[in-house]
DNA sequence: AACACTATGTAATAATATAACATATATTAG
DNA sequence: CTAATATATGTTATATTATTACATAGTGTT
């Protein structure tokens, strides 16, 4: 059975700024990627950021609040940039999606003092890779 | 010998940008709090880097890493910047810091697929407050 | 007093992000 | 198909957030 995801057919400055982010071993900042895709013809920074905000949107990539950077979503189970966790090494900076069914249920469903739930997270864990360590 | 456990006195800086975020209702941006303290005589966007940074390194304040503001910690039992949570309503913005045993329980002692365990996490939930539901 | 350490003051600049406006392309309704 | 609507692009300028570099001052220890 083949994903519920909608498909978004990317345009092209956004397909051009995806596919640097995708095959990037690591969180790209927005001027990063601004200088990797002049010589393809995005020369202003609201061209990056216009795409990259659509591409968080679609779930494509997600942002890295703690350290203003993209990666792509490489975790088919999150759901489409509304719950994400990431762990991120405090030493080389490494970033990994995390992709754990109990932590997402146990998020999903987490409700606070006032029995408030919530439709959206964002989940920062900080430490040392194994290359670290 | 002194104390093991080191009294944070506050320094001139430090006490004014303090006070003032921590009698704010709502998160404070930097450059909000410069302009607020500029009749205290502290006149440049470092002199209040600076503070901000040693007020969440001593865990006095928290950074809202999704909205680059700061509020004052509210929540003893936080372990001095090593795990934060915060609710965020997207309509009127107001932040919350949650305090929920159960949450940081799972939170301190959650490990990854490779067995990892972290030592400081931040999570953000958002949503709709009860105000603007 | 000598030392190390932390904090402060100041100017300049780097890094991150958006406003405003014009044009072009794609999608949908009639 | 075509007009209307919505979305995407191009471009310039500017706003916002944060740091580098260097000089000075205060604090605590030996």
Redesign the pocket.
Known sequence: MKTMHKEH?L????QIIFDLIDKSSEPM????ILFNVQKK???????V???L??LVEIGKIHKIESR?AFIACHNSSCQVAKATAFSICEICEKVTEISSAGLSKYLANFKDKDGMKYSKYNLEFFGLCKKCR
């Open positions: 057919t345009t092209k400055n956004q900042k927005a001027y990063a013809g995005i020369k202003a920074p609201l061209q950021y216009r795409a905000d659509k203003n």
